[in-house]
């Protein structure tokens, strides 16, 4: 079973701020660091975020995460066309003794 | 900077033994963790499991009694072998480098134990069907 919960999809215009959301337990991001990853289409998962809010070489800084008990958010701020991917939060699970992925959200830039 | 190649065959058989490499080239395998993960078609990441340089193992339980990663540090490669595949096996598989390590965190006034698993290079993906 999927172990974090993310809403299917969102959306937003051009400039706009977006929030995705990451829902999950007090054995997943309660407890351990929350990882963001963007798919664009037809390619392979890029790592966005990780640890705490850090952010790969590369990425800008319109993207920001953040964690408050048992869930997480994705902020985009500026949108941009772009940004038009799949985004997947992730983080280490202590009962499965793993890494767990989100079920992943679409993000449509209108 | 370090790139991550799949390689295999995109198709087998019902009942066989899925086998994939992943070359590590630019960088050194040593002293990473080294996942595969898989994504069904139109659907979400699954991680598959992951070796250490030193050999060791862990594997998602969802697929332990089927799947074996091992690695070869002189070729710079790791492998993923997922026996008695279904249709359900049938995904584009990805190998990624990982980094593993954990803190603490004081949370009001006790400290907390916390992990974190990241996969910062990815490769492109190969799609493997298994179908007859």
């Known amino acids: 079973q999927t172990l974090l919960i993310q809403p299917p999809s969102a959306s937003g215009t051009p400039g706009q701020r977006v929030t995705i959301s990451c829902s999950g337990s007090?054995?997943?991001?309660?407890?351990?660091?929350v990882n963001w990853y963007q798919q664009l289409p037809g390619t392979a998962p890029k790592l966005l975020i990780y640890?705490?809010?850090q952010r790969p070489s590369g990425v800008p800084d319109r993207f920001s995460g953040s964690k408050s008990g048992t869930s997480a958010s994705l902020d985009i701020s500026g949108l941009q066309s772009e940004d038009e991917a799949d985004y997947y939060c992730?983080?280490?699970?202590?009962?499965?003794?793993?890494?767990?992925f989100g079920g992943g959200t679409k993000l449509t830039v209108l | 900077q370090v790139q991550l190649q799949e390689s295999g065959p995109g198709l087998v058989k019902p009942s066989e033994t899925l086998a994939l490499s992943c070359t590590v080239s630019?960088?050194?395998?040593?002293?990473?963790?080294w996942s595969w993960i898989r994504q069904s078609p139109g659907k979400g990441l699954e991680w598959i499991g992951y070796?250490?340089?030193?050999?060791?193992?862990n594997y998602n339980p969802s697929l332990q009694s089927r799947v074996t990663i091992s690695v070869d540090t002189s070729k710079n490669q790791f492998s993923l072998k997922l026996s008695s595949v279904t249709a359900a096996d049938t995904a584009v598989y990805y190998c990624?480098?990982?980094?593993?390590?954990?803190?603490?965190?004081?949370?009001?006034?006790?400290?907390?134990?916390?992990?974190?698993?990241?996969?910062?290079?990815w490769g492109k993906g190969t799609t493997v069907t298994v179908s007859s």
């Open positions: 640890s705490k809010n």
């Open positions: 630019g960088g050194s395998i040593s002293s990473y963790y």
């Open positions: 992730a983080g280490w699970d202590d009962s499965l003794n793993g890494p767990v």
């Open positions: 070796i250490y340089t030193s050999g060791s193992t």
């Open positions: 990624a480098r990982g980094e593993r390590g954990g803190g603490t965190n004081m949370v009001r006034g006790v400290i907390i134990n916390y992990s974190y698993y990241y996969m910062d290079v």
């Open positions: 007090s054995s997943n991001i309660g407890r351990n660091t």
